[in-house]
């Protein structure tokens, strides 16, 4: 029969390579052999390529275990020798119009003193906008011992207080004063400056980091890290860990060993929160066979055609990434584009690389699309400037709609001819369903006769090769499995979906995107009647976590370094040197390519907690005039765009490589890169194009919390 004879030899498109076979191994370990599906931990450093000579490859070897040693040494004597920093904590109460002296011993030229109480932040760090409010004026000095004679002093800090004594807030500021010879005494001078006493929590270090060798230090931390993750020198989780500790152990040798506490705080545990609870959904999800029947249904609408089934993918990661958060969409949608991938012979790594960066795009538009948005729209400053989810999706949808159309030009033109060169793994895998492969039984048949007699004349796309007969046999082999299980599924999911969207609204302040997931995780969980959660467990992807946990780590102390600081100064002079009619061009210009350029290398998550203290920064500064909302998109398009400019760029990047090592494929830091970077640069162009034209020419930029 001809139709047989078709199915058995393929054609040009090869649809049918092993689909009945290679779509069990999606997303589950089973049926994919060992050597298939474990990481390349033999590989050379330099690729897939092999090095001829043997001696080559051990002295290789030697070299990278020795430079791993080193580093193993220097942060394994600083952690073991030196401890954790302390620092000195009092209560001080400050009376109207008095003067307060307290004795401190200033070791080097400089001293952090930080600030805890009913304090207005927004006046501290905007003095020239502060008329009579209360405030405690605070400077050190050196004296003489009986403390009446001042020979030296720093300038007055003046920290405005409120009287809202529900109110918390901390600030801190770093003073330099050179030493002064002989008994004079350095003291730290409170100056009472309201009408009412007020008590504060002070904590005094003695040695801030404030030389240029930090910002060295942290420049070749972030060298190092992409040495070892770009030329794949070790595992990227542990190369991750390994600079974590080395950063840590340079903090402890410029003497701010941070405690165990403050490390843990400076990972951001609401991502992993949101992360771990999504996996674990999307682990009991795909035993219902929901994936596989939804990977049927985009076949059928795309009529089997490739790039017509991308786009239909790139469009509905887009658009549900903005309501369901981007890493969700990515764990629901990635097991789907395999199984398409396996059946109608794309290459997988290239069609997750482009579901991914479209689910950081459509993530883009919301508050709740993104992770570094929420973290921008839940900011006080930000809130208080009337930025809500409507003005925000409204600013940020016309970018985001550029950003999605020229996002795929720009990955046909680089993937039309890639995009059917197969994964090495892929390949075997589709020879060993070759062999296992069986011809279809007489009911499929009878489908394909049946769906090709129902075929309309006003069809938009042509259909590929073997297109019935290929969904004939999908859709006798992949229906939903276990109804009940995915009723209970969707409970979960509308249970999250709801949450997401309504975790805004003032009555429910604790509804956060990590405890939805996690509360979400526990009621499917429940629902499922799960057994053995262990089996669960394997399925979320660990590595990943730690790899991000890792990078929060490594950013917060590129930050103690004084990385971002020096960065933010280096912007703060570049806006001032033009005219203020000029300041805000500049301004969105520098923000979101600067955004961009680290989100890419750092990771968005933790650049957009950094950034944003810039951008307030920026706000507050009297001798710059521009309003924060325009900021806050520049920021928001440059972190969330960023994103898809390397694998470390953002969190749904590091789970679609880590899903794809999980089913036998590999996405590597330079492959990633070659793709992802194009893209980041034209999307971010084109947004700010946008920005520019909206804010710079027409002011675009009203909110209710701004004036003119």
Not at 457 to 465: E, N, S, T
């Amino acid at each position: 029969m001809q139709i047989e004879k078709d199915l058995i030899s393929g054609t040009n498109s090869k649809p049918l390579v092993g689909v009945p076979d290679a779509w069990t191994s999606s997303y589950h370990l089973g049926n994919i052999r060992g050597d298939l599906r474990e990481a390349d931990s033999h590989a050379s450093i330099y690729g897939d390529h092999p090095i001829q000579s043997e001696r080559l490859t051990t002295a290789l070897i030697i070299t990278k275990i020795v430079i791993l040693m080193i580093v193993w040494c220097f942060f394994t004597f600083y952690l073991v020798f030196e401890p954790p920093e302390k620092i000195v904590s009092t209560v001080v109460l400050i009376q109207p119009n008095e003067t307060l002296l307290r004795t401190v011993k200033l070791p080097y030229d400089a001293a952090e003193i930080t600030l805890s109480g009913p304090i207005d932040k927004t006046l501290t760090a905007s003095p020239g906008k502060a008329g009579d409010e209360p405030a405690m004026g605070l400077r050190v000095e050196y004296r003489d011992s009986d403390m009446k004679e001042t020979y030296k002093q720093t300038d007055m800090w003046n920290v405005y207080l409120t009287h809202d004594a529900d109110k918390y807030e901390t600030v801190r500021n770093i003073f330099e004063i050179s030493p002064v010879r002989g008994s004079a005494k350095s003291v730290i001078s409170m100056e009472g400056k309201s009408e009412f006493p007020v008590a504060l929590l002070m904590e005094f270090d003695d040695r801030p980091i404030i030389s240029l060798l930090g910002v060295i230090y942290a420049t070749m931390l972030l060298i190092g890290l992409y040495i070892l993750v770009v030329f794949e020198v070790t595992d990227r989780t542990l190369a991750a860990l390994l600079i974590a500790s080395t950063a840590l152990a340079i903090l402890t040798a410029m003497g701010n060993r941070p405690t165990m506490t403050t490390i843990i705080s400076w990972v951001d545990f609401e991502t992993l929160m949101l992360l771990m609870g999504m996996m674990i959904m999307v682990a009991i999800l795909s035993e219902t066979g929901l994936f596989d029947w939804l990977a049927v249904m985009a076949y059928r609408v795309s009529m089997g055609q490739p790039w017509a089934l991308i786009l239909f993918l790139s469009l509905f990661t887009a658009v549900f990434a903005a309501f369901l958060d981007n890493v969700t969409m990515l764990l629901l949608m990635a097991p789907i584009a395999i199984r398409l991938c396996e059946a109608m012979a794309l290459r997988v790594s290239l069609v997750l690389i482009i579901v991914v960066c479209y689910s950081n795009i459509g993530g883009t538009l919301t508050p709740v699309g993104d992770p570094p948005n929420v973290i921008i729209c839940t900011n006080a400053v930000v809130e208080h400037d009337g930025i809500d989810f409507a003005t925000f999706t409204l600013h940020m949808l016309p970018g985001v709609l550029l950003s999605l159309m020229v996002g795929y030009g720009v990955f046909y033109g680089m993937m039309r001819h890639a995009l059917f060169d197969l994964d090495p793994k892929q390949i075997l895998l589709a020879r060993e369903h070759e062999i296992s492969r069986a011809l279809p039984d007489e009911k499929t048949l009878a489908r394909m006769r049946e769906l090709m007699n129902k075929r309309s004349l006003k069809m938009c796309l042509k259909p590929a090769d073997n297109y019935y007969i290929v969904l004939a046999t999908l859709e006798s082999q992949y229906q939903i499995r276990n109804v009940p299980l995915l009723i209970k599924s969707m409970v979960a999911l509308i249970f999250t979906l709801a949450c997401f969207l309504l975790h805004s609204l003032p009555f429910l302040p604790g509804a956060t995107l990590g405890w939805v997931a996690v509360l979400a995780a526990f009621l499917l969980l429940i629902l499922a009647n799960v057994r053995d959660v262990e089996v669960i467990l394997a399925q979320v992807e660990w590595s990943a976590l730690l790899f991000l946990a890792a990078l929060f780590v490594v950013t917060e102390t590129v930050d103690q370094l004084g990385f971002i600081s020096w960065l933010g100064e280096k912007t703060v002079q570049m806006i001032l040197t033009v005219e203020k009619k000029h300041q805000l061009t500049v301004a969105i210009l520098l923000i979101i390519w600067m955004s961009a350029i680290l989100s890419a290398f750092v990771g968005n998550v933790p650049v957009t907690a950094m950034m944003l203290k810039l951008v307030v920064e920026i706000y507050r500064n009297e001798q710059i005039s521009v309003q924060l909302s325009p900021l806050i998109w520049s920021l928001s398009y440059g972190v969330c765009l960023g994103g898809n400019g390397t694998i470390i760029g953002a969190s749904a990047n590091v789970v679609a490589a880590a899903i794809a090592h999980h089913n036998g494929y590999k996405i590597s830091f330079m492959y990633f890169l070659i793709y992802g970077f194009p893209l980041m640069i034209v999307t971010t162009s084109v947004s700010c194009i946008y920005l520019l034209i909206a804010h710079s020419v027409f002011s675009w930029h009203r909110t209710e919390g701004e004036s003119d």
